[in-house]
């Protein structure tokens, strides 16, 4: 019951809140954060990534119907603001880091692969749910910027276009969750080549080998060394990995069950501290906390991996104390978005990127519902395509 309070509980509450607290009306733009009174960001200033990640959160909830009327609409105005403002052209094109919402200007011109690598998944979903070729267009210009702007040497791409360091999965696990929408929604061949090339770093560079920890801070040529940050890991990112493993191989009619048990199991390991069944943010390899807190998306990152596991009754019971804990005492709509590890509320704002991490989960469980198998994110009315092979359009990969 609790995964299905969970679900009620977002698409009720905390998805139509985001969709008028969390929408700036007037410059037409999504906010970065909710104050913890659950007002407004006051000041304008946003990140490109949060600013897609939102876009794709109320495109991919209403291409599964179960958005407010409103969400479409306002998915659209806010990339059309996005393009707009934050789009680099030249040689070196792609989105700029930040923006200002309120003055329509430039904050940090650095094209980074986070950044782009969410405005590519905010962009399958919003083609998904109108069919506008725009967006497909756009979509095959941000893939060529990604690839032109950031070369790197030793595989994946460079961490922005100042080759900034140190190298860091995250951006490539992103990445390679954008090219599984695009695969997953477009039922062509034309974005496997992407995305089988992101899913390949996570074996020739992510992991050093069977049973290995995830690494995320790399040197120029994905070295490790502390002088990168190499012994700092995030639990979070081994469950997000899960998922995205679980998702790859339903793609692609291909198996890593071991590799998804050991992400999992050395997320529990080493992020599980003090009889607490969440994750803290960061640890080193011994399970010694770095970063003494709890943000809520790891935790939302630990239930996708559980479900992706079929371990269905530790997924009810994380459910049942996340609802016990993160969203106790908030507005509506809001959540507490760190605890320290007395579980008690840390954090300063409501940052909308925790609304990305929740809807993932949730689509997940509506998917679930509606079919009674392990779908992917496809609406509906394409249901039962979605029941049929991968493979029979697709073909396996080598």
């Given at each position: 019951?609790?995964?299905?309070?969970?679900?009620?509980?977002?698409?009720?509450?905390?998805?139509?809140?985001?969709?008028?607290?969390?929408?700036?009306?007037?410059?037409?733009?999504?906010?970065?954060?909710?104050?913890?009174?659950?007002?407004?960001?006051?000041?304008?200033?946003?990140?490109?990534?949060?600013?897609?990640?939102?876009?794709?959160?109320?495109?991919?909830?209403?291409?599964?119907?179960?958005?407010?009327?409103?969400?479409?609409?306002?998915?659209?105005?806010?990339?059309?603001?996005?393009?707009?403002?934050?789009?680099?052209?030249?040689?070196?094109?792609?989105?700029?880091?930040?923006?200002?919402?309120?003055?329509?200007?430039?904050?940090?011109?650095?094209?980074?692969?986070?950044?782009?690598?969410c405005v590519?998944?905010?962009?399958?979903?919003?083609?998904?749910?109108?069919?506008?070729?725009?967006?497909?267009?756009?979509?095959?210009?941000?893939i060529a910027?990604?690839?032109?702007?950031?070369?790197?040497?030793?595989?994946?791409?460079?961490?922005?276009?100042?080759?900034?360091?140190?190298?860091?999965?995250?951006?490539?696990?992103?990445?390679?969750?954008?090219?599984?929408?695009?695969?997953?929604?477009?039922r062509t061949?034309?974005?496997?080549?992407?995305?089988?090339?992101?899913?390949?770093?996570?074996?020739?560079?992510?992991?050093?080998?069977?049973?290995?920890?995830?690494?995320?801070?790399?040197?120029?040529?994905?070295?490790?060394?502390?002088?990168?940050?190499?012994?700092?890991?995030?639990?979070?990112?081994?469950?997000?990995?899960?998922?995205?493993?679980?998702?790859?191989?339903?793609?692609?009619?291909?198996?890593?069950?071991?590799?998804?048990?050991?992400?999992?199991?050395?997320?529990?390991?080493?992020?599980?501290?003090?009889?607490?069944?969440?994750?803290?943010?960061?640890?080193?390899?011994?399970?010694?906390?770095?970063?003494?807190?709890?943000?809520?998306?790891?935790?939302?990152?630990?239930?996708?991996?559980?479900?992706?596991?079929?371990?269905?009754?530790?997924?009810?019971?994380?459910?049942?104390?996340?609802?016990?804990?993160?969203?106790?005492?908030?507005?509506?709509?809001?959540?507490?978005?760190?605890?320290?590890?007395?579980?008690?509320?840390?954090?300063?704002?409501?940052?909308?990127?925790?609304?990305?991490?929740?809807?993932?989960?949730?689509?997940?469980?509506?998917?679930?519902?509606?079919?009674?198998?392990?779908?992917?994110?496809?609406?509906?009315?394409?249901?039962?395509?979605?029941?049929?092979?991968?493979?029979?359009?697709?073909?396996?990969?080598?």
């Amino acid at each position: 019951m609790s995964l299905a309070q969970l679900k009620s509980l977002f698409l009720e509450s905390i998805l139509p809140t985001w969709g008028e607290s969390g929408f700036d009306e007037r410059h037409g733009q999504f906010v970065e954060h909710l104050e913890l009174d659950g007002r407004p960001q006051q000041d304008g200033v946003v990140r490109t990534r949060t600013i897609a990640r939102q876009i794709y959160v109320h495109a991919h909830a209403s291409a599964l119907g179960v958005a407010p009327p409103s969400s479409l609409a306002l998915a659209e105005r806010a990339f059309a603001n996005l393009h707009r403002v934050a789009w680099v052209c030249g040689a070196r094109s792609g989105y700029a880091r930040t923006f200002d919402r309120s003055t329509e200007t430039v904050t940090d011109p650095v094209r980074d692969l986070y950044d782009n690598a969410c405005v590519l998944l905010a962009l399958s979903w919003l083609l998904s749910a109108t069919g506008k070729e725009g967006y497909r267009r756009r979509i095959d210009e941000t893939i060529a910027a990604i690839d032109r702007t950031l070369q790197a040497p030793c595989g994946g791409w460079a961490e922005d276009s100042d080759g900034t360091l140190p190298r860091r999965q995250n951006p490539h696990m992103h990445y390679l969750e954008a090219a599984l929408a695009l695969c997953e929604t477009s039922r062509t061949p034309t974005y496997r080549p992407a995305e089988t090339g992101a899913f390949a770093l996570l074996q020739s560079r992510f992991l050093l080998g069977p049973h290995d920890l995830l690494h995320e801070n790399f040197g120029p040529r994905w070295e490790i060394a502390d002088t990168f940050g190499s012994q700092m890991l995030e639990p979070g990112h081994m469950c997000e990995w899960v998922w995205l493993t679980g998702r790859h191989d339903a793609l692609t009619r291909t198996c890593h069950d071991e590799i998804r048990a050991d992400l999992l199991a050395n997320a529990l390991r080493i992020g599980r501290t003090d009889g607490s069944p969440f994750l803290v943010d960061q640890a080193l390899a011994s399970g010694v906390p770095v970063m003494p807190s709890r943000r809520l998306w790891p935790q939302v990152e630990m239930l996708k991996a559980l479900l992706t596991q079929h371990r269905l009754a530790e997924a009810e019971t994380l459910a049942s104390d996340m609802l016990a804990s993160y969203f106790e005492d908030v507005p509506t709509g809001c959540w507490h978005d760190r605890l320290d590890l007395d579980d008690r509320p840390i954090a300063k704002t409501i940052p909308a990127s925790s609304l990305y991490h929740l809807w993932t989960a949730v689509a997940d469980l509506v998917i679930r519902d509606r079919s009674g198998n392990e779908v992917r994110h496809r609406d509906v009315e394409r249901l039962p395509e979605a029941l049929g092979s991968p493979s029979a359009s697709f073909g396996p990969l080598a």
